[in-house]
């Protein structure tokens, strides 16, 4: 069964790279499939610097740290909501993984 996850990926500095997609699809096998999988065209999304899919992608932290190792001038953000409604932010930069949280704030209103 696994695991479903609505992710945006955001991918900044896509332009000072070069043989990105090529890249993606050796280091990326599993968010190229779940791309793809979702109707996407992998290399040109990722290119775009923004994605967004459902998948259950349980290789992306390592996928991820080695292409931002190998690009260490991308800065790629990956906000993950779960199927269970729990959300958190992923961030990699140049081999190296954080995790963040997610806390919403709802506006008060001024009617009452």
């Known amino acids: 069964m696994g695991y479903y996850i609505d992710f945006e990926l955001e991918i900044q500095n896509v332009d000072k790279v070069e043989n990105l997609g090529e890249s993606i699809e050796e280091l990326c096998p599993d ?7 979702n109707g996407g065209n992998a290399e040109y999304e990722v290119k775009s610097g923004y994605v967004m899919f459902n998948s259950k992608w349980y290789e992306r932290e390592n996928e991820l740290i080695a292409l931002s190792e190998r690009y260490p001038e991308l800065n790629i953000t990956l906000f993950c909501k779960g199927e269970d409604g729990e959300m958190w932010l992923e961030f990699y930069k ?19």
Do not use: H
């Open 94 to 112: 140049n081999g190296e993984f954080e995790e963040g949280t997610i806390n919403l704030e709802y506006s008060k209103t001024s009617l009452w």
């Open 31 to 37: 968010l190229v499939e779940s791309i793809q999988y």
